[in-house]
């Protein structure tokens, strides 16, 4: 994802016309902690449902005191709830996995083409690209017909898992008629399951990230944001095949990139338009999309976050030549903990900014030399290539400015000469 042969084309851009870039205006702040629709709904009903339990605490903490257990209330009060939490939240999760696996997803780290091992994983780790994020899993899609029908059923699996499990939990409760004690922990499972399942489903992307029923509702009206979602996993998914961002249809990522609402999927996508447009060499659709990334931190994962902070910084040092801009840009990944192959590329850049250029070369061979360290892929080949073609201009540009660096000392030593040979001819 280099970007320019010459330095050049800088006039065209003045430091206003990127001015989150070019630090002159600061990050957007962290927006506030809201609770979202589904988050309401879920601690309100928990309050709720306390409060119509009560009865239910009492009864069970006076039977486990009348039977000699001392630790009643903790039992009660916090290891039965948070265990049922816990189960309800890995019951919806699960839903959401067992969709994902009949739809034809698997695990990230899986053969999205069946031709490399690993591919996804790769291109997660070189390009940033999550995939499909359930938990804290990814998962990639084996194929991509019929996404936008394959990801409804993704979204919907979850909240339908956990209507199942409140209907089955109440009707064992009911049938078996067990115990006060395994009844009370069933009724509170199947409580916290029923109000995990419909907060999902109420319509809601509070904090940048969509609730299962915002994805539902999007990809049953077919709109904008549905679009850039399934662009956004196909673009993905050719990065991890290999497939040259500059191949990738132009119209769909302007159109999903050009959405703004806001969200983590609207930052995502102008990362994928700073890789599509800095791959072209589209120093101005570049620029574009990269202050566009940095003017939304805020929704974008950690991850993401670091890696366009690094892009800033590579763009400030080897673009604009700004070693300053540049440090205190890498000054800002919070992780602190870039990959070796991470802190090669930037090393590089920095290198060139300070008009260190063989040192910069040097670095850049490095850099190349640890990228084919990285396990073979269809990503990583797309990496070398970038890698090479970063090669090739650092050499053109090298070698430009030593025919300037003699032009300028042969017109110094031509000057003198010609005037020696004026005060002659006067003489």
């Not at 916290?192 to 029923?213: C, I, K, M, T």
């Not at 250029?357 to 080949?381: H, T």
Request: charged share 20%; proline share 5%.
């Amino acid at each position: 994802m280099e970007l320019a042969d010459d330095t050049s084309q800088r006039a065209k851009y003045s430091p206003t016309s990127t001015p989150v870039l070019d630090e002159l205006r600061s990050l957007p702040p962290r927006k506030r902690w809201r609770l979202s629709a589904g988050e309401y709904f879920f601690f309100s009903g928990a309050v709720i449902l306390a409060i119509v339990g009560l009865p239910w605490f009492r009864g069970v903490a006076e039977s486990l005191l009348s039977s000699g257990i001392i630790a009643a209330a903790l039992i009660t009060c916090l290891a039965i709830p948070g265990t049922a939490l816990l189960v309800a939240l890995a019951a919806h999760e699960a839903g959401h996995f067992l969709a994902a696996w009949t739809e034809g997803f698997r695990l990230a780290p899986g053969n999205p083409d069946e031709s490399a091992p690993g591919a996804f994983a790769v291109s997660k780790k070189l390009y940033s690209c999550q995939g499909l994020r359930l938990a804290k899993l990814s998962l990639a899609p084996r194929k991509l017909d019929h996404l936008p029908r394959r990801l409804l059923t993704v979204a919907i699996g979850g909240p339908l898992a956990s209507l199942a499990l409140t209907l089955v939990v109440e009707t064992f409760a009911q049938v078996m008629t067990p115990g006060r004690l395994t009844a009370f922990s069933l009724h509170v499972l199947s409580g916290f399951s029923f109000l995990v399942g419909v907060a999902e489903l109420l319509p809601d992307a509070g904090r940048g990230n969509f609730s299962d029923g915002e994805r539902v509702l999007m990809l049953l009206k077919n709109d904008v944001a549905a679009e850039r979602w399934v662009f956004i996993l196909q673009a993905q998914m050719a990065l991890a095949r290999g497939e040259h961002p500059r191949t990738w249809d132009e119209a769909a990522l302007v159109k999903a990139a050009a959405f703004d609402d806001e969200s983590r999927d609207a930052v995502t996508a102008r990362w994928l338009g700073y890789l599509w447009a800095a791959e072209r060499q589209d120093i101005t659709a570049a620029t574009k999309y990269l202050e566009e990334t940095l003017a939304a931190p805020a929704a974008a994962s950690a991850g993401l976050r670091d890696r366009v902070f690094l892009e800033a910084a590579v763009f400030q040092a080897w673009f604009r030549e700004d070693g300053t801009k540049a440090r205190s840009w890498a000054s800002k990944i919070s992780t602190r903990k870039l990959a070796p192959w991470q802190q090669l590329r930037l090393a590089t850049a920095l290198l060139w900014s300070e008009g260190r250029l063989f040192d910069a070369w040097e670095k850049l061979g490095e850099y190349c030399q640890l990228l084919r360290g990285v396990p073979a892929s269809p990503a990583r080949g797309l990496a070398e290539q970038s890698a090479a073609e970063w090669k090739a201009q650092m050499e053109s540009r090298m070698l430009s400015r030593a025919w300037r660096a003699m032009y300028s000392m042969s017109k110094e030593t031509e000057l003198p000469a010609l005037e020696t040979a004026a005060a002659s001819t006067s003489d």
